[in-house]
């Protein structure tokens, strides 16, 4: 195999590269999306265990649990997004940068 071969079959490994950018990208705007709606329901369910009065009462203590819960479901969601974009997307743009002036 020449160097002129090898250097073809990079760039259509960068090919390949981009398609899975693309991808991953189009996968984490619709998790952010999902977090967007967390986000909603979270700021709702808190405004509503602000007016809680009572929080002995048995209805308050369940507004409590679920706003904890969507709390914890929340920060990981905003972890993942946050995963996604540097450990994914930003080395598979460092590689395709580097791959691109390489093989130029």
Do not use: C
């Given at each position: 195999?020449?160097?002129?071969?090898?250097?073809?079959?990079?760039?259509?490994?960068l090919?390949?590269?981009?398609?899975?950018?693309?991808e991953a990208e189009?996968?984490?705007?619709?998790?952010?999306?999902?977090?967007?709606?967390?986000?909603?329901?979270?700021?709702?369910?808190?405004?509503?265990?602000d007016?809680?009065?009572?929080?002995?009462t048995?209805?308050?203590?369940?507004?409590?649990e679920a706003?904890?819960?969507?709390?914890?479901?929340?920060?990981?969601?905003?972890e993942?997004l946050?995963?996604?974009?540097?450990l994914?997307?930003?080395?598979?743009?460092?590689?395709?940068?580097?791959?691109?002036?390489?093989?130029?």
């Amino acid at each position: 195999m020449t160097l002129i071969d090898l250097r073809n079959r990079l760039r259509e490994k960068l090919s390949m590269l981009n398609e899975v950018q693309v991808e991953a990208e189009a996968y984490l705007a619709l998790k952010d999306t999902r977090h967007d709606q967390l986000t909603r329901r979270l700021e709702k369910l808190e405004r509503r265990t602000d007016d809680i009065a009572n929080p002995d009462t048995a209805r308050s203590q369940k507004l409590l649990e679920a706003y904890d819960q969507l709390l914890e479901l929340h920060a990981r969601s905003e972890e993942e997004l946050d995963d996604w974009e540097s450990l994914v997307l930003e080395p598979l743009r460092e590689v395709q940068e580097a791959l691109l002036k390489l093989v130029s």
